[in-house]
């Protein structure tokens, strides 16, 4: 830790006292003042930014829950649309070798990315239009530039603002597993939007409205599990490696966001041109390739993932520790 320390701590074997010379901590009056001031101004940003995220989510969920209110079944399919994200989430979770993480910090997770979700609701909504107009291109770069990086972004910070500072966080691995619980809270609530803003406008019968809608979301949730994931293990890579944090959460950023705005500009055409040149009804070939990029993609995150098993088992089975030593390449170790 000495290049964290100014040279003259460094060179001291005296332990003299060293306040505000090149170390510093909370002694007079006006010391305690700025340490109050830093704090307030501090906590009172994160509480003004999570005012007004609970405001805006309170205001986007009025719809559903009118809906719900007129017709409660409708909770069952905003229930049904993120059981396939909820179920990859966990096994994200079972496959942390370590740890197991704080139902807590979890909770707070999901919470969180609910809604921090809903910035990137309101910057899609304003930025969107505008550039979706530009000729030939404008969708494509909506998709690239905005979808992609501003939800990865807002689902990172999600796990960044607290799940991250936590003791708890103590693998690189246990960010893939905040990740992916982000991308969970991420999906339930643009799900739950979706389908209760097809099932308003809808002109048949809600239930008829409300199961292909679910249907569609099913399918869409699980890639955000997986994008977050993906951002998120490069988060936990970044704690454990100050010097390069910067780096490394831009690197997972630009992975997430890429994979996430290919998905978005790829689904709508490449199911039509399957469907235009093979036999397949268009709702086949939407459907197999949705599952056919989050498999793709999923790989990429299970690869990551099983390498970090496989060494750490590695490693305990070097230093003498049994318990990971006989574990299927899944089996978490007993905690």
């Known amino acids: 830790m000495d290049q964290r320390r100014d040279p003259v701590e460094r060179a001291d074997e005296q332990s003299r006292d060293l306040q505000e010379i090149s170390t510093w ?13 830093y704090n307030a101004v501090s906590y009172g940003l994160q509480t003004i930014v999570l005012a007004v995220a609970l405001a805006i989510t309170l205001l986007l969920l009025v719809q559903p829950a009118i809906l719900v209110l007129d017709e409660p079944s409708i909770a069952l399919f905003f229930g049904l649309s993120v059981i396939p994200a909820a179920l990859l989430a ?12 704080p139902l807590g910090l979890l909770v707070a ?6 809604l921090f979700a809903t910035f990137a609701a309101v910057v899609n909504s304003a930025v969107g239009p505008a550039l979706q107009s530009v000729p030939l291109i404008g969708t494509v770069l909506f998709f690239y530039l905005i979808v992609g990086p501003v ?4 689902k990172l ?3 960044r603002v607290f799940a991250y500072r936590s003791d708890s966080f103590n693998a690189v691995i246990d960010g893939a597993v905040y990740g992916a619980i982000a991308g969970l809270g991420f999906a339930a609530i643009e799900n739950a939007i ?11 019968g809600t239930i008829t409205a409300a199961s292909g809608i679910t249907t569609v979301r099913a399918l869409v949730g699980p890639g955000h599990v997986i994008y977050s994931a993906i951002a998120g293990y490069y988060l936990g890579l970044a704690k454990f490696n100050p010097r390069h944090a910067g780096p490394l959460v831009a ?5 997430a966001a890429f994979v996430h705005g290919t998905y978005n500009v790829t689904v709508g055409i490449v199911p039509a041109l399957v469907a235009s040149f093979y036999p397949i009804p268009f709702g086949i070939a939407f459907v197999s390739y949705v599952i056919l990029y989050d498999l ?3 790989y990429y995150l299970y690869r990551k993932i099983a390498r970090y098993r496989r060494t750490y088992r590695n490693v305990r089975d070097d230093t003498g520790d049994p318990p990971e030593s006989e574990l299927t390449e899944f089996e978490p170790p007993q905690r």
């Open 90 to 101: 966990g096994f994200i979770w079972y496959t942390d070798i370590t740890t197991n993480e």
């Open 251 to 255: 690197k997972g950023l630009l992975i």
């Open 194 to 204: 979706y389908i209760s803003g097809e099932v308003a406008a809808a002109d048949v």
């Open 25 to 37: 901590e909370p002694r007079s009056i006006l010391d305690r003042i700025a340490y109050v001031i």
């Open 109 to 114: 997770t999901f919470i969180l990315a609910v």
């Open 296 to 298: 793709a993609i999923g």
């Open 151 to 154: 939800e990865e972004g807002v």
């Open 157 to 159: 910070l999600a796990v």
